[in-house]
T-cell receptor, first 113, second 111 residues
Framework: EPEVTQTPSHQVTQMGQEVILRCVPI?????FYWYRQILGQKVEFLVS????????KSEIFDDQFSVERPDGSNFTLKIRSTKLEDSAMYFC???????????FGPGTRLTVL | ELKVEQNPLFLSMQEGKNYTIYCNYS?????LYWYRQDPGKSLESLFV?????AVKQEGRLMASLDTKARLSTLHITAAVHDLSATYFC???????????FGEGTQLTVNP
């Protein structure tokens, strides 16, 4: 049983457009993480979100990126002006209750043309 | 900066054989994770190792952690085709902190 679901599963966009990726938890979580994986490469941390605030971010997470929890449940990652190099799989993750293991959502494949 | 290195990066093996994947990391941590990823899919948690000397086994896979050597191993026993996937190790620095991943080991088990 997944801890989170993600929408859309695949997003195709033009360079310079804004995209919003969504992560929907199955149950209440305080911690959320976003990671990305460029095709054929390793998984890279973007940002972590605890109790409705950013707790940690990587050097990848620049001003083009933002995260929100707009309605107290969904958790969004916004890329304001997409670049070709933003093409990747984006994963949301959250720890399962009583463990520290991060469980990953199914991912959103972002293709920037 | 925490660095995580895996080797080998590519591993092709025959069914029935044994092999070990190695994961080295650069700074002190007692928390190491192994994940499996099938092509085009998400990451599936396999093991979490939270102390020196920890050993976990599930089926044909066994993971261990040596925090003094900053080394974890994932041992595959009598490989079967279904184990073909990419295996990632990852390390964090404490509860709630980010995961830093290795480059992954792409395992192919041939009949």
């Amino acid at each position: 049983e997944p801890e989170v679901t993600q929408t859309p599963s695949h997003q195709v966009t033009q360079m310079g457009q804004e995209v919003i990726l969504r992560c929907v938890p199955i149950s209440n979580h305080l911690y959320f993480y976003w990671y990305r994986q460029i095709l054929g490469q390793k998984v890279e941390f973007l940002v972590s979100f605890y109790n409705n605030e950013i707790s940690e971010k990587s050097e990848i997470f620049d001003d083009q990126f933002s995260v929100e929890r707009p309605d107290g449940s969904n958790f969004t990652l916004k890329i304001r002006s997409t670049k070709l190099e933003d093409s990747a799989m984006y994963f949301c993750a959250t720890p399962r209750a009583s463990t520290d293991t991060q469980y990953f959502g199914p991912g959103t494949r972002l293709t920037v043309l | 900066e925490l660095k995580v290195e895996q080797n080998p990066l590519f591993l092709s093996m025959q069914e029935g054989k044994n092999y070990t994947i190695y994961c080295n990391y650069s700074t002190t941590s007692d928390r190491l994770y192994w994940y499996r990823q099938d092509p085009g899919k998400s990451l599936e948690s396999l093991f979490v190792l939270l102390s020196n000397g920890a050993v976990k086994q599930e089926g044909r896979l066994m993971a261990s952690l040596d925090t003094k050597a900053r080394l974890s191993t994932l041992h595959i026993t009598a490989a079967v085709h279904d184990l073909s996937a990419t295996y990632f190790c990852a390390v964090d620095k404490g509860s709630g902190s980010r995961l830093t991943f290795g480059e992954g080991t792409q395992l192919t088990v041939n009949p």
